[in-house]
């Protein structure tokens, strides 16, 4: 089943509430870590997209979190 609309995804232990497009994050959501970090914003093809994020630091974390992920 591919993913589409609104819903959730939980991937080792990081959770994913929002928007699905054929799969894929996409529009509005949030990510969730199991420390209590979350991200808040828009997601494109998956990703977020780190021009919404209005603090450095926040997006430096985003993106340690994320390669972390993969």
């Not at 080792?12 to 199991?34: A, H, I």
């Amino acid at each position: 089943m591919i993913p589409h609309g609104f819903g959730s995804l939980v991937i080792d232990g990081v959770k994913y509430t929002g928007w699905f497009k054929n799969g894929f994050e996409e529009g509005r959501g949030q990510l969730s870590w199991p420390d209590g970090t979350s991200f808040t914003g828009t997601f494109k093809g998956g990703r977020p997209n780190p021009t919404i994020l209005q603090n450095f630091h926040q997006s430096c974390l985003l993106k340690k979190r994320i390669k972390a992920l993969q």
